[in-house]
């Protein structure tokens, strides 16, 4: 194991990013195998359990109400839904479930005791439970940890400084507030960003500041890049070359060397050379099935051809730390405290943005 240091610069992560290839990869490569068997990768479903009408304003987002774009929303599955899912997920390799809810923060209430059902489900078939469902609280993240949630999803996006220029709704702080409130429970941190929605390698740098600094690391950092979805503010943005990709992989590796690094959006958009090679860099997990929340994502039998023709494994759920206990919902001893958090709302405005929104409205019209 290589030791994890905690008080990386911004100098420093450019240094790395900013390497010759080669030396990159092979740096990269050399920590990825004291770390992780390098032909193990891990398979996760990403499911979208409430689909589309939020309130909030992120700019690479087909969910967010304000924008007009083809993602049909959907009320809360049902347990019985998500279980047929999750079946269906680990007859095909994954070992992970990721929830997803297009929510702005967690509201107590029957939804999220719907959603608390799902992981007592999913924990019991053996498998690794992650939720992404916004900014939670303290108790929910404490009643989440208790219905057997092996790990909660709040991605930093990009650099504190260039949030600003995405997100108008909310603030960085309240993300590492929420990350925070994970932290004081067993369930791990999963948190990451995206690259190639006009932010600079500084940018890409500062993120991976913010996400190498906390400590501990995130147990996972997804990198995704940019699918530019017409109708968002994003739409226009030119898709990432795979090099970036493959740099912005192979220092996340070398900055977070215990991590679980995500090769997740915008794989369509690789080869399996180009995907090779960030395997190579240190990516050990991909997010199967055949959509990405709501955008395109490669055919689940195409990834476990190209598993076979690398001598690729799929992780077994579990490696990295013991499967939570489930306290049935009857037995539980938390209780919803019904609090009303003040999650920031900075309501700056972005000029890409309310173009978006005004072209939504006037559609509407
Ligand atoms: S990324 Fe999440 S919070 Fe932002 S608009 Fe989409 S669903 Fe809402």
Known sequence: MSATKHNWTKEEILEIYNKPLMELLYEAATIHRKNHDPNVVQVSTLLSIKTGGCSEDCGYCPQAARYHTNVEGNDLMTVKQVKAQALRAKSTGSSRVCMGAAWRNVKDGEEFDQVLEMVRTINKLDMEVCCTLGMITENQA?????????????????????????????????RLDTIDNVRKTNVTVCSGGIIGMGENIEDRAGMLVALSTLNPQPESTP???????????????????????????????????????????????????????????????????????????????????????????????????????????????????????????????????????????????
Request: proline fraction near 6%; charge should be negative; include cysteine.
């Open 142 to 174: 404490q009643r989440l940890a208790e219905a057997g949630l092996y790990a909660y999803n709040h991605n930093l996006d990009s650099s504190e400084e260039y949030y600003k220029e995405v997100i108008s709704t909310r603030g960085y702080q309240d």
């Open 223 to 365: 990198i995704n890049a940019l699918v530019a979805v017409e109708g968002t503010p994003l739409e226009d943005q030119e898709p990432v070359s795979i090099w970036e990709m493959i740099r912005m992989v192979a220092t996340t590796r070398i900055v977070m060397p215990e991590t679980q690094v995500r090769l997740s959006a915008g794989r369509t958009q690789m080869t399996r050379e180009g995907q090779a090679m960030c395997f190579f860099a240190g990516a050990n997990s991909i997010f199967a099935g055949d959509k990405l929340l709501t955008t395109p994502n490669p055919d689940v039998n195409e990834d476990m051809e190209m598993f076979k023709e690398l001598g690729l494994n799929p992780q077994k759920p579990f490696t990295k730390k013991v499967q939570p206990q489930t306290v049935e919902a009857a037995e539980s001893k938390l209780e919803a405290l019904g609090e009303k958090p003040r999650w920031t709302r900075p309501e700056h405005t972005i000029a890409r943005n309310e173009v978006a929104k005004a072209k939504a409205k006037a559609m509407k019209q």
